[in-house]
């Protein structure tokens, strides 16, 4: 299994920013999808996740109402919209996935995606 994350960058506050996630290897159809995020200093945190099949979501509050994960499935690809960015959201972000149900813990990811750093400057 791979994952392939990608379209980090440098954006103001208020910006926008879309991260993209191939996953190859495997069918994902029952795959939980996830993106996680660490700045420096801190620890991995849970940023967002969704069911491949059915496409049901689930966000950290911090994101919520800014952040949108969705799929393609012609293109075996997970997204993160990032709307209305703040400097607190720097962080490298990494795509996961797991063959089980949804879970904040980093821990509980079986695959992981190199990271793609997002800085956002006030």
């Known amino acids: 299994v791979q994952l392939q994350a990608s379209g980090g960058g440098l954006v103001q506050a208020g910006g926008s920013l879309r991260l993209s996630c191939v996953a190859s290897g495997r069918t994902f159809s029952t795959y939980v999808m996830g993106w996680f995020r660490q700045a420096p200093g801190k620890e991995r945190e849970f940023v967002a996740s969704m069911i491949w099949s059915g496409g049901s979501t689930y966000y950290a509050d911090s994101v919520k109402g800014r952040f949108t994960v969705s799929r393609d499935n012609a293109k075996n690809t997970v997204y993160l919209q990032m709307n209305s960015l703040k400097p607190e959201d720097t962080a490298v972000y990494y795509c996961?996935?797991?063959?089980?149900?949804?879970?904040?813990?980093?821990?509980?990811?079986?695959?992981w995606g190199q990271g793609t750093q997002v800085t956002v400057s006030s």
């Open positions: 996961a996935a797991r063959s089980s149900v949804y879970s904040v813990r980093q821990v509980d990811w079986d695959y």
